[in-house]
């Protein structure tokens, strides 16, 4: 059987797929650079739904290149989020990655208290005024306390990444989180995950090496 070897063919022959594929009015609902975003998510997880249920809210894409250009620091709810998103660009803007679930005392305090890890982690984040974007891909208890700490008034993000997965809580953190009109971009339902959230992001940090 013949097929396709190069790491360049491939991608551009998913991406030549996507495009004949995807839904004509799906795709003019967007603007170029959130199709940008769509057809890297699609890319990713072969997933065409992901065009129907991927919402972009207060013009993330601008707020969130603004705020990486300053250098600022990002929460990543995991690990493998960390893991995925492409080093070079954020060295070179001065950025930073940061995630406190595994930290001691983020484990010892939500041992005490009877909760998960990620609402300390995500209390600790909230805490530190250096974090300006929020990468939540996994828990739905993070994205309802990082909503609790916005309508508080404790913080207040340039831009939220808010894709949790699951059955439990994540359909339901995604929509009280909308209400909060932070710029944002959000997958509504149980979809998501730590990779849709890194595909979003490198889309973003590809529109900047696009820029140079």
């Given at each position: 059987?013949?097929y396709v070897?190069?790491p360049m063919?491939?991608?551009?022959?998913?991406f030549e797929?996507?495009?004949?594929?995807?839904d004509p009015?799906l795709r003019?609902?967007?603007?170029?650079?959130?199709?940008?975003?769509i057809?890297?998510?699609?890319h990713?997880?072969?997933?065409?739904?992901?065009?129907?249920?991927?919402?972009?809210?207060?013009?993330?894409?601008?707020h969130?290149i603004?705020?990486?250009?300053?250098g600022?620091?990002?929460?990543?709810d995991?690990?493998?989020i960390?893991a995925?998103?492409?080093p070079?660009?954020?060295?070179?803007m001065?950025?930073?990655i940061v995630n406190?679930v595994a930290?001691?005392?983020?484990?010892?305090?939500?041992k005490?208290?009877g909760v998960t890890?990620?609402?300390v982690s995500?209390e600790k984040?909230c805490?530190?005024?250096?974090?300006?974007?929020?990468i939540?891909?996994?828990?739905p208890?993070?994205?309802?306390?990082?909503s609790e700490?916005?309508?508080?008034g404790?913080?207040?993000?340039?831009?939220?990444?808010?894709?949790?997965?699951?059955?439990v809580?994540?359909?339901?953190?995604?929509?009280d989180?909308s209400?909060t009109g932070?710029?944002s971009?959000?997958v509504?339902g149980?979809?998501?995950?730590?990779?849709i959230?890194?595909?979003?992001?490198?889309?973003?940090?590809?529109l900047?090496?696009?820029?140079r």
């Amino acid at each position: 059987m013949d097929y396709v070897v190069k790491p360049m063919a491939i991608e551009e022959k998913s991406f030549e797929i996507i495009d004949l594929e995807m839904d004509p009015k799906l795709r003019n609902s967007f603007t170029k650079e959130e199709l940008m975003v769509i057809k890297r998510v699609i890319h990713t997880s072969a997933d065409f739904e992901y065009s129907e249920i991927t919402k972009f809210i207060n013009e993330p894409i601008s707020h969130a290149i603004r705020s990486i250009k300053k250098g600022v620091k990002i929460y990543a709810d995991t690990n493998m989020i960390k893991a995925g998103i492409n080093p070079r660009t954020l060295g070179r803007m001065g950025c930073e990655i940061v995630n406190y679930v595994a930290k001691p005392e983020v484990i010892e305090e939500a041992k005490l208290r009877g909760v998960t890890r990620s609402i300390v982690s995500m209390e600790k984040a909230c805490r530190n005024p250096d974090i300006k974007i929020f990468i939540i891909g996994n828990a739905p208890t993070a994205l309802f306390t990082l909503s609790e700490k916005i309508r508080k008034g404790e913080v207040k993000p340039d831009l939220v990444i808010a894709v949790p997965v699951g059955f439990v809580g994540a359909k339901e953190s995604k929509e009280d989180f909308s209400l909060t009109g932070i710029p944002s971009v959000v997958v509504n339902g149980r979809k998501g995950g730590s990779t849709i959230a890194v595909a979003i992001f490198n889309a973003i940090l590809y529109l900047i090496d696009n820029e140079r």
